[in-house]
Nanobody, 119 residues
C-alpha cells in the first residue's frame, strides 16, 4: 500500500492551493486520514484529520482557512488551503493507518509535497 500526495507549489500570501493524496494497493479499509506539515527547523505537526465517518478536526493555526475532505470510494483525501500565510510554508505529508486485505495495519506516509507561500 502507498500514499501519493500532489498539489503543492508556490503561491502568494492570501492565495489558495489544493492538495490531494491517493491511497493505492490492497486496501481493505482506511479510517483516519491525516495531513501533517513540517517547516524548516520545526517539528512535524498534524494540521487536519478526517475519519471515514465524516468527523474532521484542525490545528488551531489553520482553523477557518483549511478544509479537509475525502472521497472514500477513491481512497483520496484533499486539503483545501485558503488565505495562505507565509507561516504555512512547509512540506506537507499525508498519512493514514491502512488496513490491508490481509487485515494488517500499515501506518503509511506519502512523500511530502512542498508548499511555499511568498510574495
Amino acid at each position: 500500500v502507498q500514499l501519493q500526495a500532489s498539489g503543492g507549489g508556490l503561491v502568494q500570501p492570501g492565495g489558495s492551493l489544493r492538495l490531494s493524496c491517493v491511497a493505492s494497493g490492497e486496501i481493505f479499509n482506511i479510517n483516519v486520514m491525516n495531513w501533517y506539515r513540517q517547516a524548516p527547523g520545526k517539528e512535524r505537526e498534524r494540521v487536519a484529520h478526517s475519519t471515514s465517518g465524516g468527523h474532521t478536526a484542525y490545528a488551531d493555526s489553520v482553523k477557518g482557512r483549511f478544509t479537509i475532505s475525502r472521497d472514500n470510494a477513491k481512497n483520496t483525501v484533499y486539503l483545501q488551503m485558503n488565505m495562505l500565510k507565509t507561516e504555512d510554508t512547509a512540506v506537507y505529508y499525508c498519512n493514514a493507518p491502512i488496513t490491508t486485505m490481509s487485515r494488517e495495519i500499515i501506518d503509511s506516509w506519502g512523500k511530502g509535497t512542498q508548499v511555499t507561500v511568498s510574495s
